[in-house]
């Protein structure tokens, strides 16, 4: 069955600082791979996603996300973090086709010092 | 991408009684998707609704529990009945964007059972 880890909770990171938050999927094929942000009181926004081609995913807000098939990972980056990046983290797999369903990791909450 | 208006966006509502909660897409769609967030947990898809068909729920949820109607191509709702405490959580819907552009949000409900 397809699964996502996320094992980080919870990280706090200075503003200006860099960030990686990381993200492992278990699924048979080659999966579709999201990441997306849910601040507080909102809704979710998608990040970037992963279908095919190169791996390293550019998205918004200056995010980006690198696909790793041998380590099975879909960590995401940034290299330099603001204040307003402070939100949740979801990471998901999806497998597309007749059955659209995404599975989303636990979630890694980020916090920003100044 | 596909704008999602859901509502209400939030209510609190008496333990034993029912809320729907409504889902309207700016374009056609194929698959609407509904998923609920406890508190601090990730989300999870409670159930896969075509139109013209009966929704297709995941283990551990049930029609009698959160029947669906997805009466044409831009319209869902989802139903939550007979709440407890334990409903309390954020409901959200999801469609697929066609071309493999992903997976839109609404912003969600934030129901709480007293």
């Known amino acids: 069955a397809q699964s996502v880890t996320q094992p980080d909770i919870h990280i706090t990171v200075s503003e200006g600082a860099s960030l990686e938050l990381r993200c492992n999927y278990s699924?048979?094929?080659?999966?579709?791979l999201f990441w997306y942000v849910q601040s507080p009181g909102q809704g979710l926004q998608l990040l970037l996603k992963y279908f095919s081609g190169d791996t390293l995913v550019q998205g918004i807000k200056g995010f980006e996300a690198e696909f790793k098939r041998s380590q099975s990972s879909f960590n995401l980056r940034k290299p330099s973090v603001h204040w307003s990046d402070a939100a949740e983290y979801f990471c998901?797999?999806?497998?597309?086709?007749?059955?659209?369903?995404?599975?989303f990791g636990t979630g890694t909450l980020l916090a920003v010092q100044p | 991408s596909a704008v999602i208006s859901q509502k209400p966006s939030r209510d609190i509502c008496q333990r034993g009684t029912s809320l729907t909660i409504q889902c309207q897409v700016d374009s056609q769609v194929t698959m609407m998707f509904w998923y609920r967030q406890q508190p601090g947990q990730s989300l999870t898809l409670i159930a896969t609704?075509?139109?013209?068909?009966?929704?297709?729920?995941e283990s551990g949820f049930v029609i009698d529990k959160f029947p669906i109607s997805r009466p044409n191509l831009t319209f869902s709702t989802l139903t939550v009945s007979n709440m407890s405490p334990e409903d309390s959580s954020i409901y959200l819907c999801?469609?697929?964007?066609?071309?493999?552009?992903?997976?839109?949000f609404g912003s969600g409900t934030r129901l709480t059972v007293v």
């Open positions: 699924y048979g094929a080659t999966p579709y």
């Open positions: 999801s469609v697929e964007v066609q071309g493999a552009a992903g997976y839109t």
């Open positions: 998901a797999v999806g497998k597309g086709g007749a059955t659209n369903k995404l599975i």
């Open positions: 609704a075509n139109q013209g068909s009966e929704a297709t729920y």
